[in-house]
């Protein structure tokens, strides 16, 4: 892996048109509002305890217990509990898979080629799903025909309309990232890929334009053998410089601070970083926090326990944009994306129906968001954890979702192997609305290339 001081994005200085805000219910122009005091991003106050040997997400302990007075409404998650126990792992699993997550095919990347699919198309379900991709990922073509490497997978398609616009003094306006909103804010969240070593100039200047303060990354650098994200960050005592054209981003450790949560199933760095815009009439600074959740495998997810929670309490305690990324910033991304959707809508007093809804709304904004059955089974257990953490499940319930979990886990697929005994690191590539052969399969061609990714 790369770990040079100084970096070249090497960019044209190429300008784009502006896209319009999303119309619901984004509007990616309108300026981050706090959270109304209502709803304060996740008040959950938990005293320091001695770790337990097991926590299995939902026995809470006395001190937890005593952690929070519940001041929500239970009304506003009934349904969301109801149906979460009437479907069970089975039933929410077949409902991850009625829920068409959409190909582009690499047939279709070349200039012309979605019109040439689009006339050649009978299949009226195909037919909007071409029409969808013509309307919607202009400048993510732009972006691959132009060859820059912005965009880390060739067909994981970045929505125009929910776009983050990179705006002057930058040079270059695309960068594949969009923003998610939530009852707190249209601009609560920005969902993102790992950067590249030509992108990551490009992915700190949106930091700093967009006033970020809190940074989640949820992938490694290198996951069995293949990069999925660049050296971005430096190491203590060292500065690393990115360029683009004549700017320069310079960023270097402020301080260590405390991890979210200790002792527990899941390992969080948290560490304040000084980023600074030079190479401009009005330069630019801000100390932005990451967190970087490392062993978030892939394919799958954490263990649920209060843990996650307290940790997600954490990050959401930001009161501007939240960058959250993985590899391809739509499996782990939006399935993170989807419990802080889920708590600050609870949060604001609106009720949670279903994980569906929400869903299909994180997919509005970011195309194709969560990638697994496992990572949507996984939304629940967490939201069901808060929901216990906060008083809001009774007696039976508890134990409902005590077996839920068990379940849960039980049903996590397990690693695809190699014939040498290898974890074959990918996210579940099974799209029911498309018959994919596996020379068609768009993802098996990225991971040959990503073998001999530098980026």
């Known amino acids: 892996m ?19 805000g999303s119309a619901q219910p984004t509007a990616a122009d309108q300026s981050f509002s706090s959270a109304p005091a ?4 996740l008040p959950v106050v938990v005293r320091k ?4 040997k097991k926590d299995s997400g939902f026995s809470v302990d006395e001190q937890e217990k005593d952690a929070g007075t519940c001041l929500l409404d239970k009304s506003k998650v009934n349904r969301f509990i109801a149906d979460t126990f009437a479907q069970g792992v089975k ?29 050649n198309a009978t299949d009226p379900e195909q037919i909007n799903e071409i029409q969808f991709f013509i ?26 309309n929910s776009r983050v616009i990179l705006r002057p003094p930058w040079p270059e306006p695309y960068i594949h990232a969009n923003f998610v909103p939530t009852a707190v804010s249209n601009k609560r969240m920005i969902c993102t890929q790992g950067p590249t070593n030509d992108t990551v100039a490009d992915f700190w200047f949106m930091c700093l334009q967009e006033s970020v303060e809190t940074i989640v990354m949820l992938c490694m650098y290198v996951e069995n053998g293949m990069t999925k994200c660049a050296d971005y960050i430096p190491p203590p005592k060292k500065a690393y410089t990115f360029s683009s054209g004549d700017k320069k981003i310079t960023v270097k450790l402020e301080k260590h601070l405390p991890p979210p949560v200790a002792n527990s199933s899941i390992v969080i760095q948290k560490n304040k970083y000084n980023v600074k815009l030079e190479g401009t009439d009005k330069p630019m600074s801000r100390s932005i926090t990451h967190y970087y959740w490392m062993h978030w495998p892939d394919r799958g997810t954490p263990p649920v326990d209060t843990a996650v929670v307290r940790a997600i309490a954490d990050i959401m305690k930001a009161t501007h944009p939240i960058v959250l990324h993985c590899s391809a910033g739509v499996g782990r991304t939006g399935a993170l994306a989807m419990i802080v959707d889920m708590i600050d809508t609870l949060n604001n007093d609106i009720e949670v129906r279903s994980a569906k809804d929400v869903l299909l709304r994180v997919r509005d904004h970011r195309f194709n968001s969560v990638q697994t059955y496992s990572q949507y089974l996984f939304v629940h257990s967490v939201f069901l954890t808060y929901l216990n953490m906060k008083k809001l499940l009774t007696e039976e319930e508890q134990a409902k979702a005590e077996a839920f979990y068990e ?49």
Do not use: W
Request: hydrophobic share 25%.
């Open 135 to 160: 309307d919607n990922f202009d400048e993510f073509f732009k972006a691959n025909r132009a060859g820059k490497n912005q965009n880390r997978y060739r067909d994981v398609g970045c929505i125009s």
């Open 91 to 119: 039933g929410l699993t077949d409902e991850f898979l009625s829920m068409k997550r959409s190909i582009i095919s690499p047939l279709c990347l070349a200039e012309g080629g979605l019109q040439k699919a689009l006339a």
């Open 2 to 20: 790369e770990s040079k001081e100084s970096r070249t994005s090497g960019r044209s200085g190429e300008e784009g048109r502006m896209v319009a």
């Open 407 to 455: 379940s849960y886990r039980a049903a996590e697929p397990a690693p695809r192997m190699t014939k040498t005994g290898q974890i074959i690191d990918i996210e579940e590539r099974v799209y029911p609305n498309l018959a994919v052969s596996q020379s068609q399969d768009p993802y098996s061609a990225h991971h040959k290339l990503q073998k001999s990714d530098t980026s």
């Open 49 to 52: 305890r001695k770790p337990k």
């Open 38 to 41: 209502k709803g304060k991003p």
